[in-house]
């Protein structure tokens, strides 16, 4: 049987799937590539039972996933410790005068980043919207959430932009976790989920390898892949980073009022 697998679809995920491809055989991995947003409908809908999932997406998860439930595969994440490089709020007027905030539909993580930024470290209130190809909207005292490769392309449009990572640094002095890889359990066997470690291994220690590779299939130059992989995405999920998962959810637990997800992290014994 093949191994369901839900990874996101931007640049910053392409060692961990270059890891994947290069440990399964074709066989033996059913990959979906998608936006962020997709992923966890995947894992949420039993299409996949390994995925890379937002962070602000988790308590969704609670009570939702089969009677067997899930966890968090440790030592892994899409995180950054201070600026991201992908992830902006976009505007044509300082943050302290703009009225709407268009979300970005891909990211509940992100759109839920700013509103605790604003709340509770910005003191601003916005009226948010939802709206297909929002960034074009993004003019006057409209800004706009943006995340990933689309993010990266088009920030040279605006004269603000935002890194909401390392103003969350800034808030919180910690740094932020955009994604982490869940895992259902009793669907996953202690030995493949070791495989899945060491393929994830693998494809980060040849992170800038991948950067070179992949880079003009993305749009970027392997100066700039390279880069960022260095600069902005960290990709090691520690005890410093699952402090900070915790301290987002609560912070947004109170703004969207949701009960705190309950789950575990768990590594393989056989790795």
């Known amino acids: ?33 998608a936006p962020p947003s997709q992923c966890i409908r995947a894992f949420k809908e039993n299409i996949a039972d390994v995925a890379l999932v937002p962070t602000g997406a988790l308590p969704d998860l609670n009570g939702y ?9 440790d030592k892994f994440c899409i ?17 302290e005068q703009l009225k ?41 005292r409209n800004g706009g959430i943006v995340i990933g490769d689309k993010a990266i392309a088009i920030k040279p449009q605006f004269p603000y932009a935002y890194d909401l990572a390392l103003a969350w640094r800034q808030f919180s002095f910690l740094p932020f976790v955009f994604a982490v890889w869940v895992v259902r359990i009793n669907k996953v066997p202690d030995f493949y989920l070791s495989k899945i470690a060491q393929a994830f291994q693998d494809g980060l220690e040849h992170k800038l390898e991948w950067a070179k590779v992949e880079a003009s ?10 880069t960022y992989y260095e600069k902005y995405i960290d990709f090691e999920l520690d005890d410093v980073k699952k402090n900070a998962i915790h301290l987002y959810l ?12 309950t789950f575990r992290y768990y590594w393989p014994q056989t790795f």
Do not use: C
């Not at 609560?250 to 997800?261: C, D, R």
């Open 100 to 140: 709407i905030i268009y979300l970005d539909p891909h990211s509940r993580t992100s759109n839920g980043l700013f509103k605790v930024l604003s709340a509770f470290y910005w003191k601003q209130k916005y009226l948010y919207q939802n709206q297909p190809d929002h960034w074009q909207n993004i003019h006057g």
């Open 65 to 73: 996933v089969s009677t067997d439930g899930w966890y968090v595969l």
């Open 1 to 33: 049987m093949a191994l369901k697998v839900a990874a996101v679809s931007y640049f910053n995920t392409v060692p961990f799937v270059k890891g994947l491809q290069s440990y399964f055989t074709p066989s033996e991995l059913n990959l979906l590539l």
């Open 217 to 226: 299939r993305y749009g970027f130059t392997q100066d700039f892949a390279q």
């Open 79 to 95: 995180g950054a410790l201070e600026e991201v490089g992908s992830v902006f709020l976009f505007a044509h007027s300082p943050l």
């Open 250 to 261: 609560s912070y947004l637990a109170q703004i969207e009022h949701f009960e705190l997800p």
